[in-house]
């Protein structure tokens, strides 16, 4: 397994943009596909995106499709979530989570982080 850490959560106003990092302290990405779920209150938890441990993969859910960008930089040991034209639908906990993408979203990862708060308000 491997121990994920979120950040870059916050609050941001409708139509901002913000970008999500998934970390490994202590170990390394390189190997892993990353899944980013979220679930907002009263919800359950739904896939955003997956990137496979090479990045080639790339694959999002319909409703951020369009507006987001799921990356990787393997030389700082992170994942990155990028999305723009925040609604507040989009208002959620989201996590990182290691998962083949061929098994995301419904499949159960391997290891989970603890959670961002997004909160997209005016």
């Known amino acids: 397994q491997v121990q994920l850490v979120e950040s870059g959560g916050g609050l941001v106003q409708p139509g901002g943009s913000l970008t999500l990092s998934c970390q490994a302290p202590?170990?390394?990405?390189?190997?892993?596909?990353i899944g980013w779920f979220r679930q907002a209150p009263g919800k359950e938890r739904e896939g955003v995106s997956c990137i496979t441990s090479t990045g080639s993969g790339r694959y999002y859910a319909d409703n951020v499709k369009g507006r987001s960008t799921v990356s990787r930089d393997d030389a700082k040991n992170t994942v990155y979530l990028h999305i723009n034209s925040l609604k507040p639908e989009d208002t959620a906990v989201y996590y990182c989570?290691?998962?083949?993408?061929?098994?995301?979203?419904?499949?159960?990862?391997?290891?989970w982080g603890q959670g961002t708060q997004v909160t997209v308000s005016s």
């Open positions: 202590g170990s390394t990405l390189r190997f892993w596909a």
């Open positions: 989570a290691a998962i083949q993408c061929s098994k995301w979203p419904a499949g159960s990862p391997a290891s």
